[in-house]
């Protein structure tokens, strides 16, 4: 029988930082929502009544669509394997490190890609990156 021990303030920094990812995440959706407005691009055809344009793409809404598609394709995993992570009785200092760069990063790596059309974005992905996969290497080794 495994006996749950986690420090409770992994806990509330866990809470925490994903709650700051969550919230980022969220904010991606009006963003794209008001752009599309903003810039008369509907997206479906449904839409076209209410902006009397035709169903187009336009690069900047594409660009805010993409930044959020990347946060559903990153946050999940890392609010999952994190969570694992304590499970494991990391040292508290680095934890709270890892988790606050990750944050960081992919707060870094929207702006990045949504408003500076920069190349340097992948720059911000790869330290998220290295976290995850450090994160997920360990709970496999420590469970194994």
Known sequence: MYTLNINNVL???W?????????????MIPLTGWSRI???VP???EDVALLGEKVRSHEK????R????NDL???PFFVIISFLYLLTNPSVNATIMMFRIYTITRIAHTITYCFLES?????????GAAILFYMTYSVAKHFI
């Open 43 to 45: 997206m479906n055809p």
């Open 61 to 64: 809404i594409e660009r805010y």
């Open 73 to 75: 394709e990153n946050i």
């Open 119 to 127: 190349a340097s974005r992948i720059l911000l992905y790869q330290p």
């Open 38 to 40: 903003y810039y008369r």
């Open 11 to 13: 806990i509330e920094t």
């Open 15 to 27: 809470i925490f930082y994903t709650s700051v990812l969550f919230m980022k995440t969220i904010l």
């Open 66 to 69: 993409r930044a959020h598609l």
